[in-house]
């Protein structure tokens, strides 16, 4: 299974962006990157994902580099309820969609 | 916004019993899934379904899961005879049918099965 890393924890003010990175060096060219998030208690939710281009939505952003081996998340604003783990995954063409999760970043936000 | 439903919220089984843990996929979704996650650890991958047969399965599912839509709403997961390792909360999902991997994966709130 393709494997991405990502850190452990991080921590944000309320109000600033945050930068949630992760490598993924083993990526080949029909691999897409997603990224889910799982608040507490609850199932994991979609947040954004591409292919090779920067993409935006409701969310966030993604930045995925040019050799598409690692990409970040941004949040332009964090707010209290957007602490979770942040999970980057790399959905492969050829295994019928399923999400490996790893163990993902805790994001912890501070009023 | 559709949602996937999955019900019971959660259930209390005794070893050894056999329980079915339901879930409504979003109405036009082709891919199903169920996912696990013990307290604590990092979600697990099941299985994944497609065109009604199991396209994909982890080493966790053994010969005590099972999968079935047995209709056109609803996609089921069995575990025949229930172990105290299966205790966790299982989640179901499921993405449209322009494309497994293009497109997101909707998760339902989870089934907490406590076996006791």
């Known amino acids: 299974d393709a494997k991405t890393t990502q850190p452990n924890s991080m921590e944000s003010n309320e109000e600033e962006p945050v930068h949630l990175p992760c490598n993924h060096s083993?990526?080949?060219?029909?691999?897409?990157i997603h990224w889910y998030r799982q608040l507490p208690s609850q199932g994991p939710e979609y947040v954004i994902h591409g292919l090779t281009s920067n993409v935006n939505n409701r969310m966030a952003s993604l930045a995925i580099a040019e050799d598409r081996k690692s990409s970040t998340l941004i949040l332009h604003r964090a707010t209290l309820r957007d602490a979770a783990v942040y999970y980057c995954?790399?959905?492969?063409?050829?295994?019928?969609?399923?999400?490996?999760f790893g163990q993902g970043t805790e994001l912890s936000v501070k009023p | 916004e559709p949602e996937v439903t999955q019900t019971p919220s959660h259930q209390v089984t005794q070893m050894g019993q056999e329980v079915i843990l339901r879930c409504v996929p979003i109405s036009n979704h082709l891919y199903f899934y169920w996912y696990r996650q013990i307290l604590g650890q990092k979600v697990e991958f099941l299985v994944s379904?497609?065109?009604?047969?199991?396209?994909?399965k982890s080493e966790i599912f053994d010969d005590q899961f099972s999968v079935e839509r047995p209709d056109g709403s609803n996609f089921t997961l069995k575990i025949r005879s229930t172990k105290l390792e299966d205790s966790a909360m299982y989640f179901c999902a499921s993405s449209d049918p322009l494309g497994a991997v293009e497109t997101e994966a909707f998760f339902g709130q989870g089934t907490r099965l406590t076996v006791v």
């Open positions: 995954i790399l959905r492969i063409y050829n295994q019928g969609g399923k999400l490996i």
């Open positions: 083993t990526i080949s060219g029909t691999d897409y």
């Open positions: 379904f497609y065109n009604n047969e199991i396209s994909e």
